[in-house]
Every structure is written in C-alpha cells, then in structure tokens.
C-alpha cells in the first residue's frame, strides 16, 4: 500500500516494479477470464438481435443474448474450462504487458523530470497522462502478438481451428507471415494511449483521496482502479471492438465460433462497414461485459500492484537495515 502522499511512480526500484506488475498481471488475468472470453464472444457477433434477417446467414454461428445468457450457453456446449480459452497466451500477455507497462510508465516520469527540471514541473495530471500513454504503448506493441492469439483461441468453439498454442505460432507464419501476428495493431495503439492515459491520470487524481476514506481493502487504491478503468474503457470501446474483428480475419476467419464474421481490412473501413450494417450500436457490442470486467480486472491489478511493491520495498529495507546492524556490530 502506499505511503500517504507518495505517488505510483515514485515507489520501487525498476526490478521492484517490473516483480510487482508481472504479480499483478497474472493473478489479475486468471480472475477475469471467462469475463474476457464472453466479451470476445459478444464482439465478434455481427448478427442482430432485433433483426431476424441477419439470421439467414448465419452459418452455425450461434447467437449471443447479453453477459449472463452468452455466459450459459458457453458452458452449457462447450463446457466449463470454455471460459478460459486463450488463457496461456493471456496469462503470458498479462505478465509480460503489466511489467512493460509499470516500467515505462516509472521511467517515462523519471524523464520527464530530468527533462523539464524542477523549475518547470508539468502539472501531476498532465504527467501522468503522457507516461500513462507512453506505458499502454510500450506494452500494446510489445504483446501484441499474444494478444492475437488470445482472441483467436478464445473465439474458437467446439471445432477447434488451432491445437495448441506453438501449433498456432507455426499456422499463423506459415499462413500469413509475420504480419499476420499483428492483424488490428493499429486500432489497438489508437485505443490505447489515449486509454492508459486517461486511466493513470483520473487513477492519480483519485487515488490519495480515496485513501482518506474507509473503503473495501482498506484502501483507496483499488476504488481509483476502477473508477478509473470504467471512463477510459467507455470512450475507447468502439475501436477495441474493430480490433477484435481484425485479428480475426485471414484464412482462418470462417472456422470460429461465428462462422458469418464479415471480411474487414483498415481500421476505418472496419468502422464503417459496422455501421452501415449493425448500427451504433454495433459498436458497443459486449460494453456491458466489458465494463463489468473492468472494475474487477483494474482494481485487482492495482490493488495487487500495490500491495507486492511495498511487499518487496519492505523487505529490501528491512534486509538493508540488518546489514548496517550487522556491519556495525
């Protein structure tokens, strides 16, 4: 927890952050997995609900009916362990991305300080807008591969398109090259700096006085993470969904659960396509799902985060402390 008054960035050393975020990550992603598998589902439906004509083409694609209706039906056919498809890539992005991203986010302080010097301080928000930015970035590109295959594994239903993850890996080069590991990395990077930026800088301004109150965990930490979470995740869903639709496509695109998943290409296009076909509202497919997993994802990152970093600067202190003991004995 933190030290009333100190900041996220300026807690820990580098391997202290990147031991802290990796934790974070992991025990994060295994709790809202089958949340991120029933939103996946929910994204990549381009079917109405409300219009029975886009059922003619359906393909054997099932259909979808809100958080708790997909959530059923997916354990209903495929069974319970459905709910965690993808989870091996997933759980690899989350560690490695949560590291990336609490490193970047610390080092890209750092420098902006030694940039700006002390006599011309960007505001605190405005700090943590830019390093957030910078660190959603920095992990989105450097995990962005793993994150494809996590939404392909978690689109797959009982007709299973890859065996195992490194038989995917061999597919996807052999199929599509490498660019094929990057399908929608260009929705993603638009989502997500202005995301992450969001996110620390509503996350920072809450954080320290929402620890003055008496909240859940005894802590204002994880209250911030999902206030923080919800705001940013509503204004940039439209283009995680096209990203979604992206990673998707090439020659495996018809053999997934939805077996009608249109053929997109740019991200613009993609959105354009979406409206003319599914409305506005197709755009928001699996907010509800998504904002439900949020709130839990974000304040268990954050909480955990915290939690293992003062864990890990403590105990170097307290060995510190028994070396100067011992060395003045």
């Not at 009608?260 to 396509?273: D, K």
């Not at 699996?286 to 293992?308: C, Q």
């Amino acid at each position: 927890m933190s030290k009333p008054g100190q900041r996220l960035q300026d807690e820990g050393s580098r391997l202290q952050v990147v031991a802290a975020g990796a934790t974070a990550g992991l025990i994060s992603r295994f709790v809202v997995a089958p949340l991120d598998v029933v939103k996946i589902r929910l994204q990549l439906q381009s079917h109405s609900l409300s219009d029975p004509r886009t059922h003619l083409d359906l393909r054997g694609s099932p259909i979808y009916k809100g958080t708790i209706g997909t959530l059923t039906h997916i354990v209903k056919n495929e069974g319970l362990t459905a709910l965690w498809k993808g989870n091996v890539p997933a759980e690899m992005m989350y560690v490695a991305y949560a590291s990336v991203q609490f490193t970047t986010y610390r080092s890209t302080t750092m420098a902006l300080r030694r940039i700006l010097g002390d006599a011309n301080p960007l505001p605190q928000t405005a700090e943590s807008f830019l390093s957030g930015a910078a660190a959603g970035a920095a992990a989105t590109a450097s995990t962005y591969p793993l994150d494809l295959l996590r939404t392909r594994f978690a689109a797959q239903g009982n007709d299973r398109v890859y065996k195992s993850l490194l038989r995917a890996v061999q597919d996807i080069q052999r199929d599509e090259g490498t660019r094929g590991f990057f399908r929608g990395l260009s929705p993603a990077l638009v989502q997500i700096v202005p995301f992450m930026g969001l996110f620390f800088a509503v996350y920072e301004s809450t954080r320290l006085p929402l620890g003055q109150l008496d909240l859940p965990f005894g802590t204002g930490d994880a209250t911030a993470g999902i206030v923080a979470s919800v705001i940013a995740k509503t204004g940039i869903f439209p283009l995680d969904l096209v990203r979604k639709r992206i990673q998707v496509q090439g020659p495996t695109r018809s053999k997934y659960v939805h077996k009608n998943i249109p053929e997109y290409a740019g991200t613009l296009s993609t959105m354009r396509l979406i409206l003319a076909k599914e409305g506005v509202r197709g755009l928001y497919r699996g907010l509800v799902v998504s904002l439900i997993k949020a709130a839990p994802a974000s304040a268990v990152t954050m909480w955990t985060y915290e939690r293992t970093l003062r864990f890990l600067v403590g105990r170097a202190e307290r060995r510190e402390e028994e070396k100067k003991s011992a060395g003045g004995m």
